[in-house]
């Protein structure tokens, strides 16, 4: 695992961005890590545009990075993070200190033992989706299941936060939110779109930009404001984050509280879209797995939609979404930027210098994972997982201080979901070709995923 350098800097690309990595960095992100650490090994230099990396790919170099020395390794970044117009300084662009009390005061709403209550939210949310499916079943219409999973995950996390379903409820910010999915998870693949983005060349996208941010803020004030006034804060997402206090005792103010749910809202969302998706895929390539789970919502649920307590015994379809993950990672890189200088696999790693972890090569490292390019959800079903290597050779959350803070809320959604149309529909890709893929905010289908939904018999 670990090699003697005969150089000061580990194999890899080392001509000028502009001349090396620059086009592959937009065009093809993810398949240029794959070819160079197939080339290379688990160590590889890459001349990068934001300068000096390296992609560390065994899952024990991970492991270091992510969790046992991650003090020595931050995001890269303003040392205290971003405050920008839109994200201002939620989890997601927050750092340091300022990040540690938010995540204390944000974690409790997706402790384990608050997910179960929330079982019935969901499964409203995806019901009220099947019936607006029902029109395209009967008529045999195509649907493109990439933006259908978008408006199930924001119904849902509406749901979950609020009590009720504010994207359906509210023109303004499903206009708002539609328009931050477009610009922030749109293809990013083209150079000639890259190249007017970093110039500016994009006339009116600014003013754009802010009006949705005034569309958004100004549902997401009142709403706070409501809370506020109410007899009760409840016991949803937002009267959690509204209870919260910190070790001085202090709250969050209507500002923190906002910009926290433009993090679930604008962030959290897109990554379950695209999970969703992959799973659809799967589905539609292994029809095989996609009856199994049907036989066992059938014989766990017992005809019923699931519960709270139906949804925990559903251990073959929790398993495909996770194997579903493991291949299709949507959060496909972390970045982390070195403090110190450290020593992994050998090489020396200097101080300033970027690393990067990709969940998408990690998952398929041949040390920890048998047959790794097979989709085989059985590989889920044993516990304790049998290797050390496998438990941290699987992040599709990430790991460590920075995991997700919603991890655990996303497989019971996910789960909760297949739970409730797999009864009634089954899908079938509209085209057998191969789905082309990109690398941008997430891995996902560049074009969507269309299909036709199929009663169930």
């Known amino acids: ?60 170099y991970a492991q270091r990075v992510m969790v046992d020395n991650a003090r020595n390794y ?7 993070g971003f405050n920008g117009p839109l994200m201002g300084r939620g989890l997601f662009a927050s750092r340091g200190d300022f990040w540690m009390r938010q995540r204390r005061m944000v974690q409790p709403a997706f402790h384990r033992p608050r997910l179960p209550p929330m079982v019935d939210g969901l499964v409203a949310g995806t019901e009220a989706m099947a019936r607006r499916w029902e029109p395209h079943v009967a008529s045999g219409q195509p649907l493109e299941l990439l933006d259908e999973m978008r408006h199930l995950s924001i119904s849902l996390l509406g749901r979950s936060i609020f009590s009720r379903d504010v994207y359906e409820d509210s023109p303004a910010l499903r206009e708002a939110l539609d328009f931050f999915t477009r610009d922030s998870h749109g293809p990013r693949d083209s150079v000639v779109k890259v190249v007017s983005q970093l110039l500016r060349l994009r006339p009116g996208h600014h003013a754009k930009f802010m009006a949705a941010i005034e569309k958004l803020n100004g549902v997401l004030y009142p ?18 984050l509204m209870s919260a206090r910190d070790a001085q005792g202090e709250g969050m103010t209507d500002r923190e509280v906002r910009d926290e749910l433009v993090s679930l809202f604008v962030g959290g969302q897109e990554a379950t879209a695209v999970a969703l998706t992959w799973v ?33 015994g559903l251990a073959y379809l929790r398993a495909v979404v996770q194997e579903t993950l493991r291949l299709h990672p949507p959060a496909w890189q972390f970045a982390r930027q070195a403090r110190e200088e450290d020593t992994i696999g050998g090489w020396k790693v200097h101080p300033g210098m970027r690393v990067m972890i990709s969940p998408y090569i990690l998952h398929r490292h041949p040390s920890a994972w048998e047959d790794p390019e097979r989709f085989m959800p059985e590989r ?78």
Not at 25 to 52: C, S, T
Not at 408 to 427: D, E, I, K
Request: with cysteine; glycine share 8%.
């Open 380 to 457: 889920f079903l044993s516990e304790p997982r049998e290797q050390k290597l496998q438990r941290i050779a699987y992040m599709p959350f990430g790991a460590g201080q920075r995991l997700c803070i919603g991890n655990h809320f996303t497989l019971l959604l996910m789960t909760t979901v297949f739970a409730t149309l797999l009864p009634r529909f089954q899908a079938r890709p509209t085209s057998h070709g191969p789905v082309v893929t990109m690398s941008g905010s997430t891995y996902r289908p560049r074009n969507g995923l269309n299909a036709t939904l199929h009663p169930v018999a």
């Open 1 to 60: 695992m670990a090699s003697t350098p005969l150089s000061p800097l580990p194999p890899g690309r080392r001509r000028h961005w502009l001349m090396g990595t620059g086009v592959n960095q937009i065009k093809d992100a993810l398949g240029m890590l794959v070819r160079e650490q197939r080339r290379h090994g688990d160590v590889v230099y890459f001349r990068m545009f934001d300068g000096p990396t390296l992609l560390l790919s065994h899952p024990e």
């Open 223 to 240: 709403l706070i404001t409501e809370r506020r006034q109410s007899a009760s804060l409840g016991d949803d997402v937002l009267g959690v």
């Open 74 to 80: 931050r995001h890269p970044g303003p040392e205290q």
């Open 280 to 312: 659809w895929h799967m589905l539609m390539r292994h029809p095989e797995v996609e009856q199994r789970i049907r036989q066992e919502v059938k014989d766990v649920c017992l005809g019923q939609p699931p519960t709270a307590t139906s949804v925990q």
